[in-house]
């Protein structure tokens, strides 16, 4: 079993900034990708940032220039700086890991996601 714990959301005004973390903890042998993605009352969940084993990181457009996704291999633990937030970011985030516990057995597991609140 891999567990994911999510941590850094909040309300911030319009402009300001945040910074979310998951951490993943459990049977990991490798991790591949982790990324973060939103859902917003009445939408779909999106895909926010998404960052590959070797640092290869792909961003929706409207997050990019805002948004910066990075990973710390040692720690299996992913951040989402969060700068010049606007209302339209308002909704809960969730992280993504997908790897390996073993040669034989991968692994795709939710956070329990943490709610991003903009005021304008």
């Known amino acids: 079993q891999v567990h994911l714990v999510e941590s850094g959301g909040g309300l911030v005004q319009a402009g300001g900034s945040l910074r979310l973390s998951c951490a993943a903890s459990?049977?990991?042998?490798?991790?591949?990708?982790m990324g973060w993605y939103r859902q917003a009352p009445g939408k779909q969940r999106e895909l926010v940032a998404l960052?590959?084993?070797?640092?290869?990181?792909i961003y929706a457009d409207s997050v990019k220039g805002r948004f910066t996704i990075s990973r710390d291999n040692a720690k299996n633990t992913m951040y989402l700086q969060m700068n010049s937030l606007i209302p339209e970011d308002t909704a809960v985030y969730y992280c993504?890991?997908?790897?390996?516990?073993?040669?034989?057995?991968?692994?795709?597991?939710w956070g329990q996601g943490t709610q991003v609140t903009v005021s304008s």
């Open positions: 993504n890991v997908k790897g390996r516990t073993s040669v034989f057995r991968s692994f795709d597991s």
């Open positions: 459990g049977s990991i042998s490798s991790i591949n990708s």
């Open positions: 960052i590959s084993s070797g640092g290869t990181t």
